[in-house]
């Protein structure tokens, strides 16, 4: 059974830092599987924040270029999310997601149950 486990997010003030994990389990591989970190803030529609394909080549929401940096552990099937910088619209609650088709693009997704990012001004 497929199963994403976020953790790592908390409440931070404006200007820190925080680090998100995700721990995946029942894969065969997350080698070459597309993984992603989304988010989504009250009354606004889940955007992808950091996607790292079946190549590990990375990809950012322009709004997080420079400040976050996506990592995956293939050893440990873990993925991570280093946020620095932290602003207050990047509160929201950060969701984990992994390409059900090794190979994938990241659009057919399993997805985690969330952790919440709150960061004050």
């Known amino acids: 059974q497929v199963r994403l486990v976020e953790s790592g997010g908390g409440s931070v003030q404006a200007g820190g830092s925080l680090r998100l994990s995700c721990a995946a389990s029942?894969?065969?591989?997350?080698?070459?599987?597309?993984m992603a970190w989304f988010r989504q803030a009250p009354g606004k529609e889940r955007e992808r924040v950091a996607r790292i394909d079946s190549a590990d080549i990375t990809t950012y929401a322009d709004s997080v270029k420079g400040r976050f940096t996506i990592s995956k552990d293939n050893a440990k099937s873990t993925l991570y999310l280093q946020m620095t910088s932290l602003k207050p619209e990047d509160t929201a609650m950060y969701y984990c997601?992994?390409?059900?088709?090794?190979?994938?693009?990241?659009?057919?997704?399993?997805w985690g149950q969330g952790t919440q990012v709150t960061v004050s001004s």
């Open positions: 997601a992994a390409d059900r088709i090794r190979g994938g693009s990241c659009d057919d997704n399993d």
């Open positions: 029942g894969y065969m591989y997350t080698r070459r599987r597309c």
